[in-house]
């Protein structure tokens, strides 16, 4: 199943300005992130929960 979004380009840029990523990717995942902290109930939020790098993905 394949998704579209329409992201504004200049948004994009603007954030990884501002976020310090270098890639859309990261700006994309920092977004999501920050998105499913704010929607989860404060009693489930823990500080372990976090998003691993790229690099420690489960593909390895």
């Known amino acids: 199943m394949s998704y579209l979004f329409n992201v504004d380009k200049e948004l994009i840029r603007e954030a ?15 977004a999501l992130r920050l998105y499913v902290e704010k929607r989860r109930p404060s009693a489930q939020r823990n500080s372990n929960d976090e998003v691993p790098p790229p690099c420690m993905s489960s593909r390895i």
């Open 16 to 30: 990884m300005k501002v976020g310090g990523h270098r890639t859309q990717i990261g700006v994309v995942r920092e």
